[in-house]
């Protein structure tokens, strides 16, 4: 059975940092495309940032560029977010996702952590 569970949300001021860390069990993290989404109150899910399979090659979107960095951690299986000058508007639950190679749709889901950024 594969799992994904994130871990390290929770409450920071603006302008702080948060560390978000997706341990997978089940599935070896270094042969799967690795990605974060994140979903605010009454919003769509938003794609955040994403780890390919081969040759650890990253993307993010623009309204993170900069600020949050995705990284991978071969020996732990775990994937992390690096969140970096938080702002209010970063408020929202984060999820981490699981995808096959070569497909279109990230079938494994975490459960989400919630994280708040204050004024």
């Known amino acids: 059975q594969v799992r994904l569970v994130e871990s390290g949300g929770g409450f920071v001021q603006a302008g702080g940092s948060l560390k978000l860390s997706c341990a997978v069990s089940?599935?070896?993290?270094?042969?799967?495309?690795m990605v974060w989404f994140r979903q605010a109150p009454g919003k769509e899910r938003e794609f955040l940032a994403v780890i390919g399979w081969s040759r650890s090659i990253t993307d993010s979107a623009d309204s993170v560029k900069g600020r949050f960095t995705i990284s991978r951690d071969n020996a732990k299986n775990t994937v992390a977010l690096q969140m970096n000058s938080l702002k209010p508007a970063d408020t929202a639950d984060y999820y981490c996702?699981?995808?096959?190679?070569?497909?279109?749709?990230?079938?494994?889901w975490g459960q989400g952590a919630q994280v708040t950024v204050s004024s």
């Open positions: 089940g599935r070896t993290v270094s042969n799967y495309d």
């Open positions: 996702a699981s995808r096959t190679p070569g497909t279109i749709r990230y079938d494994i």
